[in-house]
């Protein structure tokens, strides 16, 4: 076999390969097998995805999609574990969309820990937020959205960030530049946009991705309330889509980075198995100020399954006071209801079924995650996707302006995939 | 595997502290009822505990089905005494690799509900996690939440039944209830060793009393010229027929660990 070029079908062979090998050569025991001390540690995963679309795309992309994907994370401490360096470099290599086909650093940060406080330099990812199906107070990183259109893979965002801790809280400061540009799929691809998104941004600072941008948080614990309230002033991480020519003529969306003011609250508080939630938002936004929430609980139901099984239900409303004019989600007053299933075994079997319900124009998604770990080194991944409900645009009205079919352009990526990973 | 981990965790590894150095013990059961006596030994077995300051111990853990499958768990575990309220405990996962990272830290009350972090490193997310239901298994594993927690004195009623032998050391042997009507048990009978007061062997009865599991607890080595600490634990489902043995190993005392550095949320995001 030959291989030529980084084709992912190679790669995959490549994979596969050393990973019979490795599986080939594993201790029978791993009994003299000592946790490390965690000076350093040099981790690789290798993952190898297929997807599998129930039509073709609107221009006739393909039914199939197929990658690999490569994870490396180095590690290192010294100084008594007191300063260390993090490296995660991420690649993947997609078959038949050249945007999908990227490079991204991860992490590349450098930590100092003190008694009561935190110094950490470089690009790094930083999650905040309560809420399961929409992340509205999560700001602080570019949103990977050609990895996954649930938006829960990010781009390392370069930054200095000092955390305290005190009596009173935690409290974050971030200083932020070297803007990430949100990733779309390419012409193509799947799970995009009617028209080609340009990678010609257009941002509303004149300092443009170098702008510095700034963001404080403050998080506490109040009984059995957990509580975190920021602010972030910066270049919104959502792009404005505007339609206009490209340079060849063709019709192509342009990316616009607006500069932004938001003060969000995140809020949750567990009441036996209730677990009540809350994200809000108040942004100044793009053309005019706005507020948005999500809203909700997850109820924990132990020893459901055979005894040994958790049930957990999720319900959410999300809110966005510019309706339809929300440019950047689709869920402006969409009910979501969500089950998760946990079997305890020992491969952690688990799934997800969710849907998302708009309670106005009746648009839905249903969400389908199911993961199982196979033996101690491999991982199987399922997902997948269905969108329903909308109408059939009217002959001339694009339909991102159309209130009652936003989604359409996505219900002919109806997908199911599948991933395998191995680990290192 | 959230929910179950975080909860397992926190319990497992309170679990070897009920049992500590009798010397510094004044035990007297004469003229007490077979109730105060029973309370009066897992009080003495509880002071035996204080003034640890801090641990760290790796643990293994090795599920057996019963087809003879074996599955291996790596976990490093911080743990913080706290002396006015409950201790505060950072559990971290090396392996199976595709958990690598993943870390549960938790803050146990006296008083009130215990608060519980699960870190998912995948995401960066901390996850604050609701209560788990008691009975339920840790970590896939035979123990269930329970029998790791922290086993306060005020959880159970007690009944001293008499002395006994457990691997051929005389013991204490004394019946506790559960208060919780959540527990999984009708009740538990509990072999202490008479010298040291250290558990080393409990039997577990459901619901409807009968014998649901064994718990054997030896290998102890003791520390610091004070603790005694189990080495290993061997929990056995006579119901279903497997088995969930634990390796308790390189145990390190007042090791200088950090309220704020060591047990905050921002210390999970540290976790490798």
């Given amino acids: 076999m030959t291989c030529q070029g980084p084709r992912p079908w190679c790669l995959a062979a490549a994979l596969l390969a050393a990973g019979g090998i490795s599986l080939a050569a594993q201790p029978a025991s791993t009994d003299d097998i000592e946790p490390s001390s965690a000076d350093h540690s040099l981790d690789l995963d290798l993952g190898l995805q297929l997807r599998a679309f129930s039509k073709s795309g609107l221009d006739g992309q393909s039914r199939t999609q197929g990658s690999v994907s490569a994870q490396l994370e180095y590690y290192r401490a010294w100084n008594e574990d007191r300063s260390s360096l993090t490296f995660t470099p991420f690649v993947r290599v997609d078959g038949e969309d050249d945007e999908r086909t990227h490079f991204d650093v991860r992490e590349l940060f450098w930590s100092r820990v003190g008694p009561d406080w935190d110094l950490h330099l470089g690009a790094k990812q930083v999650f905040w937020g309560v809420t399961e199906f929409k992340h509205l107070v999560d700001v602080i990183n570019q949103t990977d959205l050609v990895e996954n259109i649930d938006g829960e893979d990010k781009l390392g965002q370069p930054m200095a960030h000092l955390s305290v801790v005190r009596d009173w809280g935690i409290l974050d400061f971030y200083l932020l530049t070297g803007f990430r540009e949100r990733t779309f799929p390419g012409s193509d691809g799947r799970l995009r946009p009617p028209l080609p998104v340009d990678d010609d941004a257009r941002y509303e600072s004149g300092a443009g991705r170098w702008r510095v941008d700034g963001a404080v948080r403050w998080q506490r614990q109040l009984g059995r309330l957990t509580l975190g309230i920021h602010h972030f002033s910066g270049t919104s991480r959502a792009p404005v889509l505007i339609p206009e020519t490209g340079p060849a003529g063709q019709a192509v969306l342009r990316p616009f980075y607006p500069v932004i003011d938001q003060t969000g609250l995140d809020a949750q508080a567990i009441v036996g198995d209730w677990a009540w939630k809350l994200e809000a938002v108040s942004s100044s936004g793009y053309e005019g100020r706005y507020s948005a929430f999500n809203a909700g609980f997850e109820r924990s139901l132990v020893g459901v399954l055979g005894g040994r099984g958790d049930l957990g239900l999720v319900v959410e409303y999300m809110f966005d006071d510019r309706d339809e004019r929300a440019f950047d989600t689709l869920f402006e007053h969409d009910l979501a209801l969500g089950t998760r299933w946990q079997m305890n075994d020992v491969a952690d079997t688990q799934a997800l079924i969710g849907v998302i319900w708009d309670v106005k124009t009746d648009e839905y998604v249903v969400k389908l995650e199911g993961s199982r770990r196979l033996g101690d080194t491999w991982t199987l991944l399922v997902e997948g996707r269905i969108f329903g409900g909308s109408e059939r645009p009217m002959p001339g009205v694009p339909p991102s302006t159309d209130p009652n079919n936003r989604a359409w352009p996505l219900e002919r990526d109806d997908f199911l995939q599948l991933e395998l990973t191995r680990y290192f | ?272």
């Fill in chain 2, 1 to 272: 595997m959230s929910r179950p981990i975080i909860v397992c965790l926190v319990i497992l590894i309170l679990l070897p502290w009920g049992l500590r150095s009798a010397a510094a013990v004044d035990l007297r059961l004469d003229g007490l009822t077979a109730e105060q006596s029973g309370r009066a030994i897992f009080e003495a077995a509880d002071q035996l505990e204080d003034g640890y300051a801090d641990m760290q111990v790796d643990l293994e853990m090795i599920l057996r089905g019963r087809g003879g499958s074996e599955v291996h768990r790596q976990l490093r575990i911080k743990q913080l005494e706290v002396p006015e309220d409950g201790d505060k405990l950072l559990v971290v996962f090396d392996t199976p690799k595709p958990i690598k990272g993943t870390a549960l830290l938790s803050v146990t009350h006296k008083r009130a509900p215990d608060d519980q972090w699960l870190y998912l490193p995948a995401m960066k997310r901390v996850k604050k996690i609701a209560s788990q239901n008691k009975s339920g298994p840790f970590l896939s594993s035979e123990f269930a939440y329970e029998d790791l927690t922290v086993q306060e004195i005020e959880k159970f009623s007690y009944r001293f039944l008499g002395q006994g032998q457990a691997n051929g050391i005389d013991c204490f042997v004394v019946e506790r209830t559960p208060r919780d009507d959540f527990s999984g048990y009708s009740r538990q009978q509990v072999w202490i060793d008479q010298d040291e007061l250290r558990v080393l062997r409990i039997e577990y009865f459901d619901r409807r009393d009968s014998l649901l599991k064994t718990l054997t607890i030896d290998q102890y080595a003791r520390y610091e010229d004070q603790f005694w600490k189990a080495g290993r634990m061997y929990m056995t489902n006579h119901q279903t027929d497997r088995s969930t043995e634990l390796f308790w190993r390189n145990y390190r005392f007042r090791t200088g660990l950090m309220d704020e550095r060591d047990f905050s949320t921002n210390s999970l995001l540290r976790v490798r």
